[in-house]
């Protein structure tokens, strides 16, 4: 027996391994991520102030304190009780859409787009956003110039690009001024022409990845995303709608209030990730992806005709059940181009220089969950709190924790295909990192659970074999 | 935090300092310039850099001069780097006595093979400047030894105390990068 190790995983948020233990003629036996982190904000938030947890939880990452923000704020809003006013929800979500056009560039561009230029058995030490920029100058720039703007949307409306505070209980703190919105919408223009020609560049060679499209993730699973009355894609708001490995929709419109009769939560052994599954099939086969493949396999369509256009091509290409995860970059980039259409949608609303942006209210719910679409999948805010406001308990499933399994599957079908123990070359292992990647997790954002690890101590002999073990479930 | 392993510029900081006036209000018009602080703020000395541009960014207000704070450097900053005629990164050192001021210039300099995205020198950020945008500014980077990491968001005293050493230096340096541009 011989065990490989992938330590760090690179190219990701947050800190994670991958162990893949190989048999005595070198095939691929056993393969786990490792979360090797932990955040602990379900447990050190408690007894603060419910009105307190947008900032707070905003914490947990620098590359999505928006997403957070208002999955927290989404759920102040129902302890509150209170409908926030039209102007605020829709600032909200342009808001919003400036997080998943700077989030998927980082992903596509900064991430992944090492592997897809430079080739996944390129030189390691060049294989990097630093290569691409040697090399493509041109798509750095363009992948530059993308993220930029996204974050000079956030900035242009919160103030900061990073832990903005605007964002705030009951709607949001300050009104858009019109020469933000006008100077937003000139920059749209360029942001789509980037995206469009990165989407055509990437249809161009997705048929130098035939093998890896057809073992990254290639496995059947659910998929689960938010959608809007009419089933189209949502990313502020909706409800979440399963659908089965076959396309079947088997739970739709959920509420957020309901999400726990639908979703489990359970432990992984060596993990601090969660691993969430559908209740209904059980711990560990309910297994579903969410992010941005699985939103486009859920939802009848985008609803913006740039993104609708390119929703319907990927369909006709892939079928109507895409389920390869190496789509996850074809799929974010038909996303970010959504994202550019939906908030030059709402820049245009005549409500949205409006100067009603907040409700006021105080303690009228003890609970309160919210929930939105990270640009990684569902994002859940639940918290209980007591008659004074202060937190009694929190509880966060965030996206890359709905992947956790599938993720996991993942990597095992990668590593039975690319890894040959006896024959073992970097590009193999890159794969095997490569499709984490694919789901742009975000550690950082997903370990929070407390007192739910179940410690498990492994003394293993020089061969690795297990001589004395200690668990605590 | 960041170890640089460019060549000194204290002469040129002491030709500065020769050419400034006693008092600390800049002069002469500034070129287009870059004031780069970083580092983690919550991390005691880590934030030096932070503090450093906060102070900077009132002081330089009305000047041709932009300052911004990051936790760390990203390949984002290379386009704001191409557009200006001089750049200061000042950040804080894990080596050397606690308080210790360095000047260093930096050029441009394609970075040594990393498998790691998140480490951008500013050598390297200078050089995916000139690569993609054509341009790369004239800079330095400034250094403070640190006396602690431990979590918090002051600046020990020792450290505290070299931040208007480090401010006027970053002015004198403008300075004399103004001068020379003007050449």
């Not at chain 1, 998927?104 to 058995?121: V, Y």
């Not at chain 1, 990073?162 to 223009?189: F, Q, Y």
């Amino acid at each position: 027996m011989k065990k490989i190790t992938i330590d760090p995983v690179t190219r990701i948020e947050g800190h994670a391994k991958i162990s893949i233990q190989l048999d005595d003629n070198g095939q691929v036996a056993r393969t786990q991520l490792h979360v090797t982190q932990i955040r602990g904000f379900e447990k050190f938030t408690e007894g603060r102030p419910y009105y307190e947890m947008p900032s707070i939880t905003a914490r947990i990452c620098g590359i999505c304190p928006v997403s957070h923000l208002l999955a927290s704020a989404k759920a102040c809003d129902a302890i509150m009780s209170v409908r926030i006013p039209e102007t605020a929800a829709l600032l909200r979500e342009i808001l919003h859409c400036g997080q998943f056009v700077q989030s998927h560039a980082l992903s596509f561009f900064h991430l992944s787009s090492p592997d897809l230029l430079l080739g996944m058995d390129s030189d390691p030490a060049r294989r990097n956003v630093l290569g691409v920029l040697e090399k493509f100058p041109d798509i750095a720039r363009d992948g530059i110039a993308l993220r930029k703007f996204g974050q000079q949307v956030i900035e242009g409306l919160a103030k900061e690009r990073i832990h903005p505070s605007w964002t705030v209980p009951g709607g949001v703190n300050a009104p858009l001024e019109p020469a933000v919105r006008d100077r937003i919408l000139a920059g749209l223009p360029e942001a789509k022409a980037i995206v469009r020609r990165t989407l055509k560049f990437f249809k161009g060679v997705l048929d130098q990845f035939m093998e890896e499209i057809a073992h990254f993730g290639n496995a059947p699973s659910m998929y689960a995303g938010l959608v809007d009355a009419a089933g189209k894609l949502q990313l502020y708001d909706g409800g979440i709608r399963f659908k089965d490995a076959e396309g079947k929709i088997v739970a739709d419109h959920i509420a957020a209030r309901d999400y726990r009769n639908f979703i489990g939560e359970a432990a992984l052994s060596n993990s601090y990730l969660k691993a969430p599954y559908y209740k209904s099939i059980g711990f560990p086969d309910g297994v579903y992806r969410v992010g941005p493949l699985a939103r486009l396999n859920v939802a009848k369509s985008c609803g913006t005709p740039l993104a609708d256009g390119e929703f319907t091509e990927f369909h006709q290409r892939l079928g109507k059940i895409v389920p390869s995860s190496f789509h996850y970059h074809y799929a974010r980039l038909i996303e970010a181009l959504y994202g550019l259409e939906r908030m030059e949608a709402l820049l245009n609303d005549p409500a949205i220089l409006g100067r009603k942006i907040r409700a006021h209210a105080g303690v009228n719910s003890l609970e309160g969950v919210g929930m939105i679409e990270a640009p990684r999948g569902i994002l859940i805010h639940h918290y209980k709190v007591n008659e004074e406001g202060a937190i009694t308990w929190a509880n966060l499933i965030v996206a890359t924790g709905h992947n956790n399994l599938a993720i996991n599957r993942s990597i095992d079908q990668v590593a039975r295909h690319f890894i040959d123990g006896k024959h073992l070359k970097e590009g193999m292992l890159n794969r095997v990192s490569a499709i984490v990647r694919a789901y742009d997790p975000c550690f950082s954002c997903s370990t929070h659970a407390s007192g739910q690890v179940p410690l498990h101590i492994q003394l293993l002999g020089p061969e690795g074999s297990l001589l004395d073990e200690l668990r605590s479930e | 935090m960041r170890k640089m392993d460019s060549e000194e510029c204290t002469a040129n900081s002491r030709k500065a300092a020769q050419g400034a006036a006693a008092h600390s209000t800049i002069q002469c018009p500034l070129p287009t310039a870059l004031v780069i602080g970083y580092g983690n703020p919550l991390r005691s000395d880590d934030g030096f850099g932070w503090h450093a541009g906060r102070r900077l960014g009132r002081e330089l207000a009305g000047h041709d001069v932009e300052v911004i704070t990051c936790h760390q450097l990203t390949p984002e900053l290379a386009e704001r780097l191409s557009q200006s005629q001089c750049a200061v990164f000042i950040d804080a050192d894990a080596q050397g006595n606690p308080g210790d001021i360095h000047c260093r210039a930096v050029r441009p300099q394609v970075a040594a093979s990393s498998t790691f995205t998140h480490l951008c020198t500013p050598s390297g950020l200078l050089a995916s400047a000139e690569r993609l945008y054509g341009h790369s500014p004239q800079a330095v980077v400034i250094t403070v030894s640190a006396q602690s990491f431990a979590l918090g968001e002051s600046l020990s005293p020792v450290v505290s105390a070299a931040l208007p050493k480090v401010v006027d230096q970053v002015r004198q340096w403008l300075r004399v990068a103004s001068a020379s541009q003007l050449k």
